[in-house]
């Protein structure tokens, strides 16, 4: 087997890899769902969309859908719950910032956000750089381009094919590693804080993990996005965007 049947071989391997798509087995369930969401049948396309849910599947496609599905219903918690969801796993996926910047503006607190240190920007906007599905690919490719490089060397040493599989092998690797690190970083949620949305249409915030009337701060409404901090039982300390700091039920919000 010559050194082009090598790279052959090992880039059918990957791109079987890559191209197999999780969402394919419930494409049924998806498509139908699409098609009653177009028919005004709410309730029944989100029922096919939450079946690919049950059955593990998620995509920023699906929890768009989703979310577009709890809009028409009136349920502007979830409808934000999985634009966020949507968003984090594409935020350049089309329509996801705008629908959920619309959402946002219908919500009743108005929360101006404290401006982030500009290091943390910076990560951020690194990591997020390329969307999530693209890393996929771009990873695998340059997991291609290296294996397939270091075939040509090994194969081919004192070639010119050999000298060209050393430069495939470098680029291909320092692409694999570079994204990789981002890729990692976006599916471990590394240095990202727990959010979560409100459900409930109008909660109560204390000052400490208990239902003491006296011990309530403010309050907050459905629809708004908040950080958790801790966790103590049935009770969750949440941050605001705009450094607001409290205690609610953990039954009155959602993890994103």
Same mark, same amino acid.
């Given at each position: 087997m010559n050194?082009?049947?090598?790279? +052959?071989?090992?880039?059918?391997?990957?791109?079987?890899?890559?191209?197999? *798509?999780?969402?394919?087995?419930q494409q049924e369930f998806f498509a139908e769902g699409n098609r009653l969401y177009q028919e005004g049948d709410y309730q029944a396309a989100l029922d096919r969309y939450d079946r690919v849910l049950d059955a593990?599947?998620? *995509? *920023? +496609?699906? $929890? $768009?859908?989703?979310?577009?599905?709890?809009?028409?219903?009136?349920?502007?918690? @979830? +409808?934000?719950?999985? $634009?966020? @969801?949507? $968003?984090?796993?594409?935020p @350049?996926?089309?329509?996801?910032?705008?629908?959920?910047?619309l959402a946002r503006s219908l919500t009743t607190d108005e929360i101006t956000p404290l401006p982030g240190f500009w290091l943390f920007r910076v990560v951020s906007w690194w990591v997020h750089l390329v969307p999530r599905t693209w890393l996929w690919v771009v990873v695998g490719a340059g997991y291609v381009g290296a294996m397939g490089g270091l075939v040509l060397l090994i194969l081919n040493r004192?070639?010119?094919?050999?000298?060209?599989? @050393?430069?495939?092998?470098?680029v291909g690797g320092t692409v694999a590693v570079v994204f990789g690190v981002n890729l990692t970083a976006l599916e471990l949620e590394l240095g990202a804080a727990e959010a979560a949305v409100i459900l409930a249409d109008e909660?109560?915030?204390? *000052?400490?993990?208990?239902?003491?009337p006296a011990l309530q701060v403010f309050t907050i409404?459905?629809?708004?996005?908040v950080r958790i901090d801790r966790r103590?039982?049935?009770?969750?300390e949440i941050v605001l965007a705009d450094g607001k700091v409290g205690w609610v039920r953990a039954e009155v919000l959602e993890v994103i």
């Open positions: 050194a082009i049947h090598w790279i +052959a071989l090992f880039a059918t391997a990957a791109l079987g890899i890559i191209g197999a *798509s999780p969402l394919a087995a593990g599947f998620e *995509s *920023s +496609a699906l $929890y $768009y859908n989703i979310g577009n599905t709890h809009f028409k219903l009136g349920d502007l918690g @979830r +409808a934000i719950l999985n $634009y966020e @969801r949507a $968003y984090r796993l594409d @350049r996926g089309k329509g996801v910032a705008a629908n959920l910047a004192t070639t010119v094919w050999g000298m060209w599989g @050393r430069r495939i092998a470098l909660v109560p915030v204390q *000052s400490a993990p208990a239902d003491d409404h459905e629809g708004t996005k103590a039982d049935e009770w969750l």
